[in-house]
């Protein structure tokens, strides 16, 4: 008889777990992006292109736990806070800045190194660069969903952020080119592989849970 109910009980029980808390990627959170033809995740580090722009390279590794893979999600520009907490928008621009150099992804109009797409890099000084660090966020439905695809679309050029397939040398063996293309395609296509998200300041999981917590 106990086995009959637990076996009633355990697939509510887990699908109250599964639902618990917001599902969409907020303002304010940290995550890791995966290329999903590639299966790549967006990365980034102090080494800088020795060809086109010269600025801090950004690329796509395999590794799932490298630190240098972490972006956080703000507003198109200072203004633009994009409030901590706030679902991100279908349609809505933001900002990615990469959390261990401070920088913002970035395009511009040079040649990418491998490919010759157009280059991606990371720019500016403490989070604050110019208009070529604004992405728009393009998925389906209202929001940008934590287990859905979706594509950054380039404000000042048009492309879309991209994985060439084109993998470098010394001394960032084996990482992958990341550019822009003008045509959107299965390389354009990225998910939240992981990440920390940030909920509204007054949402209290005890509350409303009973004492429970999401793991992010």
């Given at each position: ?31 890791k ?22 600025q801090?390279s950004?690329?796509?590794i ?5 630190v ?22 279908c349609?809505?621009?933001?900002r ?6 401070k ?11 491998l ?31 934590r ?32 550019v822009g ?12 592989q992981e990440?920390?998200?940030i ?18």
């Amino acid at each position: 008889m106990f086995v009959r109910r637990f076996a009633v009980v355990f697939p509510l029980f887990f699908m109250f777990v599964q639902s618990r808390g917001p599902q969409h990627v907020t303002c304010g959170s940290v995550v890791k992006l995966m290329n999903v033809a590639h299966k790549i995740r967006l990365h980034s580090h102090d080494v800088k292109y020795g060809s086109g722009s010269g600025q801090q390279s950004v690329t796509g590794i395999t590794l799932s736990e490298d630190v240098n893979s972490h972006w956080s999600l703000k507003g198109s520009n200072e203004k633009d806070t994009c409030q901590r907490g706030e679902p991100i928008e279908c349609g809505q621009k933001i900002r990615l800045e990469h959390l261990t150099t401070k920088k913002n992804l970035h395009s511009h109009h040079f040649s990418s190194p491998l490919s010759n797409a157009q280059e991606v890099s990371a720019f500016g000084d403490g989070g604050n660069g110019d208009s070529g660090d604004v992405w728009m966020i393009m998925c389906e439905g209202d929001f940008w969903n934590r287990d859905g695809k979706v594509m950054f679309k380039h404000q000042d050029t048009g492309v879309f952020l991209s994985a060439s397939g084109h993998t470098f040398g010394r001394p960032i063996n084996g990482q992958m080119e990341i550019v822009g293309t003008s045509m959107p395609d299965g390389s354009t296509n990225w998910k939240v592989q992981e990440g920390v998200y940030i909920h509204h300041s007054d949402f209290n999981p005890k509350k409303a849970y009973g004492g429970g917590h999401d793991e992010l």
